[in-house]
């Protein structure tokens, strides 16, 4: 078993990702995993790299196939006893103007960015060695669907002492409330995308709870973050930032040094602590 420190990007053959494994490739003191579904474009992007002279390693993962998470789960395990930074990074948004129901859409999109997020955290958190770093990845637009959200629903996202599995049920309703078009009226916001995100954050701040109740003596710290509006396939060219400074807040979260004590359970956008 090697005793090298271990890093992993969700996600990360392109865009915000890859900027976060290129970073991570030049900081990070120990092996960095470039994750992607298909395994020509992982080898793709690791060779692009190595151009740069840069070194990372390459694992299949789609997180949205419980097998795939797990076969990367057992190779963690196998080889290094565990992660030292996790970055979830995987997500996916329909542009603006798709004609795909909505309600397809927001199943979609909750598959992956909130469910699939969630399936890697649960089969990944307990592999976290201590002084270990997990950054989600979310949004600022999971800030703007919550103030689109009604002051009920408002209340329990915000809420200290939601469960993961409340978060679970709230999540499904969404999806459930679009599919009768009935969710305006049940005081959700009109964006799926948006709602996602929400799911991520409070997931964030449920997991670094449970963290603190279960592993306070390991340091772990775990953070949601919003990398800003980044030129990517996702976001399209009239985004202001490059991938590579919004790779910039979540290779931060994901370098804190072991003496820090924080940001833990934190919402962090420009490398700041936002009110969630």
């Known amino acids: 078993m090697s005793s090298v420190p271990v890093a992993v990007v969700t996600g990360s053959n392109k865009g915000i990702g890859f900027a ?18 298909d395994p020509g474009r992982g080898q793709e992007a690791v060779a692009k790299l190595q151009q740069e002279g840069l070194h ?31 970055v979830n990074n995987a997500g996916i948004a329909f542009k603006v103007h798709d004609t795909t129901p909505f309600a397809v859409q927001a199943e979609v999109t909750l598959k992956t960015n909130f469910f699939g997020t969630r399936n ?21 637009v999971s800030n703007m669907a919550l103030k689109g959200c009604s002051q009920e629903l408002q209340q329990k996202f915000r809420s200290d ?18 599919k009768k078009s009935v969710h305006e009226k049940e005081g959700w916001p009109n964006t799926a995308y948006g709602v996602s995100k929400i799911g991520v954050t409070v ?57 820090a004590d924080g940001p833990h359970g934190q919402f962090v956008s420009n490398k700041t602590v936002q009110t969630w």
């Not at 958190?125 to 949004?139: Q, T, W």
């Open 20 to 37: 976060i494994v290129q970073a991570l490739c030049k900081q990070f003191q120990g092996d960095v995993y470039l994750t992607a579904r």
């Open 56 to 86: 990372a390693f390459f694992h299949q993962l789609d997180i949205d196939d419980l097998q795939s998470i797990r076969a990367l789960r057992d190779f963690l395990k196998e080889k290094y006893g565990g992660v030292n930074v996790l």
């Open 120 to 140: 890697v955290c649960t089969e990944l958190l307990p592999l976290v060695k201590p002084y270990g770093r997990v950054v989600n990845v979310s949004s600022m």
């Open 161 to 178: 002492t939601i469960t993961e599995d409340e978060l679970v049920e709230l999540m499904t309703k969404f999806v459930e409330d679009t």
């Open 203 to 259: 997931l964030s701040r449920i997991q670094a709870r449970m963290l603190n109740e279960k592993r306070k003596g390991d340091h772990i710290l775990l953070n949601a973050c919003c990398p800003g509006w980044v030129r990517t396939d996702m976001a399209g060219p009239k985004a202001p930032k490059s991938p590579e400074e919004g790779a910039e807040t979540p290779v931060y979260l994901a370098l804190l040094p072991s003496d």
